[in-house]
C-alpha cells in the first residue's frame, strides 16, 4: 500500500516528525469496549473496532492514538499487524492509565508508565512507541502507586532505554506541568488535551505556556463545534459562520473545524467509523483560511465554550 504524504509537525528537543493529523482508538471505541466489558465482565477483541482501525490505515492514516485505558490495544495491535504497512512509516502514541478518580478505575499499571510501555509493547510487538503520555494529571494514592514526578521519571528512563521514542503527557495544565517541567530532565514534547474553536485553553494559560516550552499541543475532541450531540443548542455562534465559511471555501462543515486546528499549530486527533469521513479527512491539507477568516473563527470561538471531558476537575 502507497501511504499518502501527510505533513507534520517537528518536535522539539528529539526533532522527532510527527504526522500533523491522527486518528483515535478512544472516544466511541473506548465506551464500546467498556460497555461491553460492564455488561459481560470481560473484554474480549472486537472485530468490528479491529474494522475501522484496518480502514483508518487504508484511508490514509499514520499517525495512530491509542491509550492503555481505552482497552483497545490489541485491536490497534491487529489493525497495524494486518495493514503490512512498515513499522517505521506509522506513528503510534500510547498512554499510560493512571487511574481515574471520576470513574473509580484503578490504574492497570499501578507500578507506573514504564509497566504500561512493557504491556503494550508485548501486545503490539513491536520495539518501541513513537510517544508515549501520561494519561491525565489525575492521580490519587488509592489508584496508583506513584506520585506524577515519580511517574515522568519512569517515562524518562523508558525514553533512555529507547522503548519510546518521544515523551509527553495529556490533559495537564500549567501547574502539574511545571511540576515535571522543574524535575526533569527531558521535558514533554507534547500535551494532548482537549481542543478546538469552542475550548481553545482546556484550562488557563495552558496554549501559551506549552508554546512557550515548546510543547506540541495534541487535540482531542477538535470536531464539537461540528457535532450537534455535544452542543445542544440551536443558537451557538459558529453555527451560522461555519456553514458559510465551509460553502466558501467549497469543504464540508468538519473539514473547516479540522483545519482550523491544524492551522493554529496543533495536531488534531479525530475519529469516525465512516470510510469515506476518513478519506475526506485529508482534504484539510488541500486549503488554508485567510488570516481574516482564520482570526473571525476564533474570536467567535472565544465568545462560547464548551467542554465535554473533565468538568469535574476543570470547571
Ligand atoms: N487524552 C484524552 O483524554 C482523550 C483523547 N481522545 C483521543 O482523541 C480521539 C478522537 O476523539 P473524539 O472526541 O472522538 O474526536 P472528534 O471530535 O473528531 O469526534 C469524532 C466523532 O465525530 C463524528 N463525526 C465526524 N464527522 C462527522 C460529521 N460530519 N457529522 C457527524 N458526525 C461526525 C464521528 O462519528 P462517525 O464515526 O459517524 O464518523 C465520531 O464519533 C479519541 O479516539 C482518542 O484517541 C479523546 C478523548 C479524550
Ligand atoms: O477518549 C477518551 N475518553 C475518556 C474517558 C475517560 C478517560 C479518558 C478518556 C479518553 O481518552
Given at each position: 500500500?502507497?501511504?499518502?504524504?501527510?505533513?507534520?509537525?517537528?518536535?522539539?528537543?528529539?526533532?522527532?516528525?510527527?504526522?500533523?493529523?491522527?486518528?483515535?482508538?478512544?472516544?466511541?471505541?473506548?465506551?464500546?469496549?467498556?460497555?461491553?466489558?460492564?455488561?459481560?465482565?470481560?473484554?474480549?477483541?472486537?472485530?468490528?473496532?479491529?474494522?475501522?482501525?484496518?480502514?483508518?490505515?487504508?484511508?490514509?492514516?499514520?499517525?495512530?492514538?491509542?491509550?492503555?485505558?481505552?482497552?483497545?490495544?490489541?485491536?490497534?495491535?491487529?489493525?497495524?499487524?494486518?495493514?503490512?504497512?512498515?513499522?517505521?512509516?506509522?506513528?503510534?502514541?500510547?498512554?499510560?492509565?493512571?487511574?481515574?478518580?471520576?470513574?473509580?478505575?484503578?490504574?492497570?499499571?499501578?507500578?507506573?508508565?514504564?509497566?504500561?510501555?512493557?504491556?503494550?509493547?508485548?501486545?503490539?510487538?513491536?520495539?518501541?512507541?513513537?510517544?508515549?503520555?501520561?494519561?491525565?494529571?489525575?492521580?490519587?494514592?488509592?489508584?496508583?502507586?506513584?506520585?506524577?514526578?515519580?511517574?515522568?521519571?519512569?517515562?524518562?528512563?523508558?525514553?533512555?532505554?529507547?522503548?519510546?521514542?518521544?515523551?509527553?503527557?495529556?490533559?495537564?495544565?500549567?501547574?502539574?506541568?511545571?511540576?515535571?517541567?522543574?524535575?526533569?530532565?527531558?521535558?514533554?514534547?507534547?500535551?494532548?488535551?482537549?481542543?478546538?474553536?469552542?475550548?481553545?485553553?482546556?484550562?488557563?494559560?495552558?496554549?501559551?505556556?506549552?508554546?512557550?516550552?515548546?510543547?506540541?499541543?495534541?487535540a482531542y475532541c477538535p470536531l464539537t463545534p461540528i457535532l450537534d450531540a455535544r452542543i445542544n443548542d440551536e443558537n451557538h455562534p459558529l453555527k451560522p459562520v461555519i456553514r458559510e465559511m465551509?460553502?466558501?471555501?467549497?469543504?464540508?462543515?468538519?473539514?473547516?473545524?479540522?483545519?482550523?486546528?491544524?492551522?493554529?499549530?496543533?495536531?488534531?486527533?479525530?475519529?469516525?467509523?465512516?470510510?469515506?469521513?476518513?478519506?475526506?479527512?485529508?482534504?484539510?491539507?488541500?486549503?488554508?483560511?485567510?488570516?481574516?477568516?482564520?482570526?473571525?473563527?476564533?474570536?467567535?470561538?472565544?465568545?462560547?465554550?464548551?467542554?465535554?471531558?473533565?468538568?469535574?476537575?476543570?470547571?
Amino acid at each position: 500500500m502507497t501511504l499518502a504524504k501527510i505533513p507534520t509537525f517537528t518536535l522539539a528537543r528529539t526533532g522527532a516528525a510527527i504526522p500533523a493529523l491522527g486518528f483515535g482508538s478512544g472516544s466511541k471505541h473506548r465506551i464500546k469496549k467498556w460497555e461491553n466489558a460492564e455488561k459481560t465482565g470481560e473484554a474480549p477483541l472486537d472485530a468490528d473496532i479491529v474494522d475501522v482501525l484496518s480502514n483508518a490505515i487504508k484511508a490514509g492514516f499514520t499517525h495512530l492514538d491509542g491509550a492503555e485505558t481505552y482497552t483497545t490495544r490489541g485491536e490497534l495491535a491487529l489493525a497495524v499487524r494486518n495493514s503490512g504497512v512498515p513499522r517505521e512509516q506509522l506513528w503510534i502514541t500510547d498512554k499510560f492509565d493512571q487511574g481515574w478518580p471520576h470513574y473509580d478505575r484503578k490504574s492497570p499499571s499501578p507500578s507506573g508508565p514504564r509497566e504500561s510501555v512493557l504491556k503494550g509493547l508485548e501486545t503490539f510487538q513491536m520495539e518501541y512507541y513513537d510517544l508515549f503520555l501520561i494519561h491525565a494529571q489525575f492521580f490519587r494514592e488509592d489508584l496508583v502507586g506513584l506520585s506524577i514526578v515519580e511517574a515522568w521519571q519512569q517515562l524518562e528512563q523508558c525514553y533512555e532505554e529507547g522503548l519510546v521514542k518521544n515523551i509527553g503527557v495529556s490533559n495537564f495544565d500549567v501547574q502539574h506541568l511545571q511540576q515535571i517541567v522543574d524535575a526533569a530532565k527531558y521535558k514533554p514534547q507534547v500535551n494532548q488535551i482537549e481542543y478546538n474553536l469552542y475550548l481553545q485553553n482546556q484550562t488557563e494559560g495552558i496554549a501559551d505556556y506549552c508554546r512557550k516550552h515548546e510543547i506540541q499541543l495534541e487535540a482531542y475532541c477538535p470536531l464539537t463545534p461540528i457535532l450537534d450531540a455535544r452542543i445542544n443548542d440551536e443558537n451557538h455562534p459558529l453555527k451560522p459562520v461555519i456553514r458559510e465559511m465551509a460553502d466558501k471555501y467549497n469543504v464540508s462543515p468538519n473539514i473547516l473545524a479540522l483545519r482550523w486546528v491544524y492551522q493554529s499549530g496543533v495536531i488534531p486527533i479525530t475519529t469516525s467509523s465512516n470510510f469515506e469521513r476518513m478519506k475526506q479527512t485529508f482534504q484539510i491539507f488541500d486549503f488554508e483560511l485567510s488570516e481574516k477568516d482564520f482570526n473571525t473563527l476564533k474570536s467567535i470561538g472565544q465568545t462560547y465554550t464548551v467542554r465535554t471531558h473533565f468538568n469535574q476537575y476543570f470547571d
